[in-house]
Nanobody, 124 residues
Framework: QVQLVESGGGLVQAGGSLRLSCAAS????????MGWFRRAPGKEREFVAA????????YYTDSVKGRFTISRDNAKDTVYLQMNSLKPEDTAVYYC?????????????????WGQGTQVTVSS
């Protein structure tokens, strides 16, 4: 079992930056992939980014490439999402995810565990 707690959400103006953090506990942290998803108002939850257990493989949805960076610190059991050049369409609840099936080459990530989410609001 893995427990995930997100932090770092908030209100920011368009063009600004935020860094989300997700602290994991439970199973040994380095042994599984991690990722971020988001759900905008009135929309389905969508994939944002994922990273393998080594930190050497990352995968992003097209809409955030070049603006968002996912990283992890296995010593702190934490995964991060650095979000730059934020746009109003990035407004959503952002969810941390862990474990499950991940393939950057195959272009998919199906998590096994979810956090409670943190709100990100980008004003125009």
């Amino acid at each position: 079992q893995v427990q995930l707690v997100e932090s770092g959400g908030g209100l920011v103006q368009a063009g600004g930056s935020l860094r989300l953090s997700c602290a994991a506990s439970g199973r040994t942290f380095p042994n599984y992939a991690m990722g971020w998803f988001r759900r905008a108002p009135g929309k389905e939850r969508e994939f944002v980014a994922a990273i393998d257990w080594t930190g050497g493989s990352t995968y992003y949805t097209d809409s955030v490439k070049g603006r968002f960076t996912i990283s992890r610190d296995n010593a702190k059991d934490t995964v991060y999402l650095q979000m730059n050049s934020l746009k109003p369409e990035d407004t959503a609840v952002y969810y941390c995810a862990a474990d499950g099936e991940y393939s950057a080459g195959g272009g998919y990530y199906y998590p096994a565990y979810w956090g409670q989410g943190t709100q990100v609001t980008v004003s125009s």
